[in-house]
């Protein structure tokens, strides 16, 4: 019998409701614009609690979705910091868990391809030579919900990428094959986007401080590995999608 149980992630209640009689949690919520960036309260301490909570209902093996790069000591960006502490915090917890550390995802992509759909401009900040390899959202999803049962994803720490590693200028060219429309691509450099985020801190230091994890995107390269890629292939049994084939599907062209 399946239960479904809504509630909020910053209220110890809630989340000591939702473990009960739970025998496998998978974490997967984040900061954003809804919860203003909050990355100590949402990224950090309600998964602190979290881990906690399913100590005590006994839970069988736990998922957490960290990020590519946290472990590489990003001081400006607080959601790195987050998720590092957070490995740090559920491996040290005595449950059984599997980390997961995502590079970019492709459903992130979507509004930007709608939006090259109807303009044919891409804005791409900061160094376009920079690698990444996007997974696509549905094989992240299928690994997510395999690495309770999967045995070579126990107490593993696992990148997890797309089979491709892209450098940041393919992305328009690739919208450009699947919507098939010439590219018009703005490269401001990342010293433009410095000036925008120390003019916003003059009004929303805040917010000026939950740019630093975008600006740490923006001026590094989070990719995995092929021997990663293969890896993750085998312990899970699949093939990974590739950044077109997943716009493809979602695009409907």
């Not at 493809?248 to 062209?253: A, M, P, Q, T, W």
Request: hydrophobic share 40%; aromatic share 10%.
């Amino acid at each position: 019998m399946r239960k479904f149980f809504i509630g909020d992630l910053l209220r110890d209640r809630d989340i000591h409701k939702a473990s009960q009689g739970v025998q496998y949690v998978i974490s997967a919520h984040g900061s954003n614009e809804a919860s203003e960036g909050d990355a100590e309260s949402v990224d950090y301490q309600a998964n602190i609690e979290l881990i906690d909570q399913a100590k005590v209902a006994g839970v069988k093996h736990f998922v957490f979705i960290s990020v590519l790069g946290a472990d590489r000591g990003y001081e400006d960006a607080p959601v790195f910091k987050a998720k590092w502490a957070v490995e740090k915090y559920l491996q040290a917890s005595g449950l059984n868990y599997t980390i997961l550390r995502p590079s970019g995802f492709a459903s992130n992509l979507l509004p930007l391809a709608e939006r090259f759909r109807q303009t044919g401009i891409y804005l791409l900040i900061g160094d376009p030579q920079h690698r990444l390899s996007i997974v696509s959202t549905d094989d992240l999803a299928r690994i997510t919900v395999d690495s309770v049962t999967t045995e070579g994803a126990q107490n593993q720490v696992l990148p997890v990428g797309g089979p491709e590693i892209l450098k940041r200028e393919e992305i328009p060219r690739i919208f450009s094959r699947v919507l098939n429309r010439e590219p018009t691509i703005l490269n401001p450099p990342l010293f433009a986007f410095d000036g925008l985020r120390g003019a916003i801190g003059l009004f929303n230091p805040k917010l000026r401080n939950s740019l630093g994890t975008l600006r740490t995107l923006l001026a590094n390269e989070f990719f995995c590995t092929p021997a990663e890629i293969q890896r993750l292939e085998t312990i899970f049994d699949l093939k990974l999608e590739t950044l077109e084939s997943f716009l493809r599907r979602y695009l409907g062209v």
